[in-house]
């Protein structure tokens, strides 16, 4: 009976998931060493610094971790389709500014978090469990 009181799990801040998908994402490309969990949880905490809301920052939580587990070549393969898009619409495979190919990377970080909130519906609460929130 109390069961139907129970409080349905909000969904994951796909924008944030992507932000924190993204951090780790480059992290690992370029310092493959380095302690992901640390970089993950360091950066969702940076995030409530700045004024973000615990679900915004659980989001780029689950987005981070969801990088350390992919494999690197799911957002390899992300960011390929966004410059294959790019030439297919006659735009330069190359962007011309910073502010352009962060763009790019956010957009491609999206669609992997996106697919996997699709394919794994079941992973957001798992992870909300698992970290105890």
Same mark, same amino acid.
């Given at each position: 009976?109390?069961?139907?009181?129970? +409080?349905?799990? &909000?969904?994951?801040? @796909? !924008?944030?998931?992507?932000? /924190? %998908?993204?951090?780790?994402?480059?992290?690992? +490309?370029?310092? &493959?060493?380095?302690? @992901? !969990?640390?970089?993950?949880? /360091? %950066?969702?905490?940076?995030?409530?610094?700045?004024?973000?809301?615990?679900?915004?920052? @659980?989001?780029?939580?689950?987005? /981070?971790?969801?990088?350390?587990?992919?494999?690197?070549?799911?957002?390899?393969?992300?960011?390929?389709?966004?410059?294959?898009?790019?030439?297919?619409?006659?735009?330069?495979?190359?962007?011309?500014?910073?502010?352009?190919?962060?763009?790019?990377?956010?957009a491609a970080a999206l669609g992997v978090v996106t697919l996997a909130s699709v394919l794994v519906p079941q992973d957001w609460?798992d992870f909300r469990k698992f970290i105890g929130a």
């Open positions: 009976m109390f069961g139907l009181f129970k +409080k349905k799990l &909000p969904p994951p801040d @796909l !924008h944030f998931a992507a932000k /924190g %998908y993204l951090q780790i994402a480059i992290t690992r +490309k370029h310092m &493959p060493n380095a302690n @992901l !969990h640390a970089i993950e949880s /360091g %950066y969702a905490k940076e995030l409530l610094d700045e004024g973000c809301s615990t679900e915004q920052a @659980l989001s780029a939580r689950w987005g /981070g971790v969801r990088a350390i587990h992919d494999e690197p070549e799911n957002f390899d393969d992300a960011v390929e389709a966004m410059r294959e898009t790019r030439r297919e619409v006659g735009m330069p495979e190359s962007m011309k500014d910073k502010a352009e190919a962060e763009k790019m990377f956010l609460p």
